[in-house]
């Protein structure tokens, strides 16, 4: 992967990280619940009665959004360097370590952090200390 830093737009990713933050903060204020993509999709796959509407239109609007925006401006194009077996061994793995960290990214990250969770400070280290090991290794030490 490369950045291509003719392109590089500080202000758009600033704007898209205050939504997202406001986002997160309205989301708990009105709803007492955390914006945790592994949880909201989660509770999707082992639904409950009267709770499967609202994570339904949360994850609708996060494949939608795109979709969205796409009518209004030119998407960047997508350029994966790993073949198929490797995505699929990534995402098990991804999946695997939200289950074992009790969250993910946008519910640590994002969410966790903001409410000075001392538990998600630690997995948000975690998760970013083996991210940047694995890239590590893979680029660096075998040369994939």
């Given at each position: 992967?490369?950045?291509?830093w003719n392109?590089?737009?500080?202000?758009?990713a600033l704007l898209g990280g205050m939504l997202i933050g406001l986002a997160a903060a309205l989301f708990v204020l009105?709803?007492?619940?955390?914006?945790?993509?592994?949880?909201?999709?989660?509770?999707?796959?082992?639904p409950?009665?009267?709770?499967?509407?609202?994570?339904a239109a949360f994850v609708l609007g996060l494949i939608g959004a795109p979709l969205v925006y796409a009518l209004f401006a030119v998407l960047p194009p997508v350029q994966i360097e790993a073949g198929y077996g490797t995505l699929i061994v990534a995402g098990l793995l991804v999946g695997v370590g939200t289950r074992y960290g009790s969250g993910c990214t946008s519910g640590h990250g994002v969410c966790g952090l903001s409410r000075l969770s001392p538990r998600s400070l630690a997995a948000t280290l975690a998760f970013m200390g083996a991210g940047f090991a694995t890239v590590f290794v893979l680029r660096h030490l075998l040369k994939i």
């Open positions: 992967m490369t950045i291509n392109a590089f737009t500080p202000w758009s009105l709803n007492g619940r955390i914006a945790g993509i592994s949880g909201v999709l989660g509770g999707l796959l082992r409950v009665r009267g709770d499967i509407a609202w994570r």
